[in-house]
């Protein structure tokens, strides 16, 4: 059985900045793709960044140059660093991974509980 949890969501002013974690435990024997996902109200749920897992990222166009995705391989950690955050980054944050849970099975894919992240003065 694998979890992910996220944490480090909140209030934040216009400008400010917060950092989201996502730790995945249960049974892991590798851990692929790790990515965050957003979804606002009445939105569909929106990729916003990715990671490799040998660390290769992609960045939704709307968080370029703002968001940072970066991973810990040795504690199957994924974080998201938010900066210059803006009233329309509020949503959602949901944490996925693509995890195999022993050598030669396929990885399934995984998803947190999300984590509210609201934007506001």
């Known amino acids: 059985q694998v979890q992910l949890v996220e944490s480090g969501g909140g209030l934040v002013q216009p400008g400010g900045s917060l950092r989201l974690s996502c730790a995945a435990s249960g049974s892991i024997f590798a851990i692929g793709v790790m990515a965050w996902y957003r979804q606002a109200p009445g939105k569909e749920r929106e990729l916003v960044a990715t990671?490799?897992?040998?660390?290769?990222?992609s960045y939704a166009d709307s968080v370029k140059g703002r968001f940072t995705i970066s991973r810990d391989n040795a504690r199957n950690t994924v974080y998201l660093e938010m900066n210059s955050l803006k009233p329309e980054d509020a949503a959602v944050y949901y944490c996925y991974a693509q995890i195999s849970p022993r050598r030669s099975l396929a990885y399934n894919p995984y998803w947190g509980q999300g984590t509210q992240v609201t934007v506001s003065s």
């Open positions: 990671s490799s897992s040998v660390g290769t990222t």
